[in-house]
């Protein structure tokens, strides 16, 4: 056998695995992610449902969208997203087992396509909802920080690159040890 095939460049087999944890991760966030927008046709009964069941719209309430199209023989869904989270939604869609509605979806269950992209819809509606301070304040800390990152650095190498010197040169006229 030849050994030498068997010798791998550290440095390479690190890159590659690198590349094989990206393409994972990557291909793991694709599959797990809705399309909002075919998320939204499907709430509103534009896209119908491939196995026939009824678009939400025709009983729940979802701020977001005019109330003239809305229903509210059902409760608002506009919480659902914040109170379930994408996991809980997808769970709740799976099996819709809720008294009024077990007797449609329950033949014409929702396909794993249409709970991801109603999903990303619920999830969306919750974003949209969401104050505009709490999505701003990460960006705003984040340029405070970075500011302030900067100021430091250049205040440090201006610390060193001008005062330093000075402090030396006077140390040293003065004979005082540093
Ligand atoms: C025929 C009317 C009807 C349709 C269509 C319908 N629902 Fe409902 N839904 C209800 C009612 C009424 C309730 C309240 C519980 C009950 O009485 O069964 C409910 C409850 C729910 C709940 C629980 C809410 C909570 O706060 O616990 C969720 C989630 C939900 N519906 C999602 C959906 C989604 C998503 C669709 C579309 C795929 C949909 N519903 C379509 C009538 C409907």
Redesign the pocket.
């Known amino acids: 056998m030849n050994s030498r095939g068997w010798r791998v460049d550290p440095s390479r087999l690190i890159i590659t695995l690198i590349f094989l944890a990206l393409a994972l991760v990557s291909s793991v966030a694709m599959a797990a992610t809705g399309d909002a927008t075919r998320g939204e046709q499907l ?1 509103t009964g534009s896209l119908a449902m491939t196995n026939g ?4 719209i ?3 309430a979802l701020s977001g969208l005019s109330t003239a199209g809305a229903a509210n ?3 608002d ?1 506009s919480g ?1 997203y914040a ?1 379930y989270e994408a996991e809980g939604v997808m769970a ?2 799976e099996s ?1 087992a ?4 077990e007797a ?1 979806y329950a033949t014409r269950p ?1 396909t794993e396509a249409e709970r991801l992209n ?1 999903t990303a819809y619920f999830a969306q509606v919750a974003e949209q909802q969401a104050p505009p301070a709490s999505s701003l304040a990460g960006p705003i800390l984040l340029g405070i920080v970075i500011v302030f990152a900067i100021v430091a650095l250049m205040g440090l190498r201006r610390l060193k690159g001008v005062r330093q010197p000075l402090v030396d040169q006077v140390r040293k006229q003065r004979g005082i040890k540093a």
Do not use: E, K, Q
């Not at 069941?53 to 939400?56: I, T």
């Not at 809720?98 to 509605?101: E, L, Q, V």
């Open positions: 709430y069941g009824s678009p939400c025709a009983c729940h023989y059902g409760p869904l659902l109170d709740v869609l819709l809720f008294p009024s509605m449609i929702l109603l």
